[in-house]
């Protein structure tokens, strides 16, 4: 596995546990708490919280915070200058730090530019959200995502390819590039994988 490299310019405080083989950019911060899998990737002016879990192979691309209480499982994709939140009513005035609401976003999932996610919600595993999106909802795996607020438009494939289902009901589709055969039943997205 290749040697973690962290720029020059970056500040990863003492307490923080990486990964084999992460690539820590220009002016990124990740704080004392952040505990951080293999194989990622933060682009440059990246911040990553205390109270943070990352999985491996996680590619978190320019101007992005992860605060407090947000986990990222792994393969996920965190698109640049897309945005986390921890408290849903902030003000100035009003300390809220023990009103941090957890945020879950689930393998495999995808979280387009400038999208926001709105604390306290999960985003299913390989679910999509497209740029500019305003999620401030639970999202199902598999879920391709896009407005504001955020509304389903259909369904993706591991691949990252929108697949011809219903939104709703019944059908079948497979992946032409994996082989993947997806079974949708009342709603429910299920995966048989190719072997």
């Not at 792994?74 to 730090?97: E, H, I, L, Q, W």
């Not at 495999?108 to 926001?116: D, I, M, P, Q």
Request: aromatic share 8%; glycine share 12%; with cysteine.
């Amino acid at each position: 596995m290749p040697a973690t490299i962290i720029h020059p310019t970056a500040i990863v405080d003492q307490g923080a546990v990486l990964g084999e083989g992460c690539r820590v950019w220009h002016f990124v911060h990740i704080s004392a708490g952040a505990r951080i899998g293999a194989l990622c990737s933060f682009g440059q002016n990246v911040f990553v919280g205390n109270d943070v879990r990352i999985g491996s192979n996680v590619k978190i691309q320019n101007n992005v915070s992860v605060y407090d209480a947000v986990e990222i499982e792994d393969d996920v994709f965190c698109g640049p200058s897309m945005v986390f939140t921890n408290v849903y009513n902030p003000r100035s005035a009003v300390t809220r730090k023990n009103e941090y609401r957890r945020t879950t976003v689930r393998r495999g999932a995808t979280l387009g530019a400038n999208c926001t996610i709105v604390c306290g919600v999960t985003i299913g595993e390989h679910a999509f959200i497209g740029a500019g999106a305003v999620v401030n909802h639970d999202i199902p795996a598999f879920g391709l995502m896009v407005g504001v607020p955020a509304r389903q438009i259909g369904w993706m494939s591991r691949f990252g390819e929108k697949l011809d289902l219903p939104l709703i009901g019944n059908g079948e589709a497979l992946c032409k590039h994996t082989g993947d055969r997806y079974v949708l039943r009342d709603g429910d997205l299920t995966v048989q994988v190719a072997i």
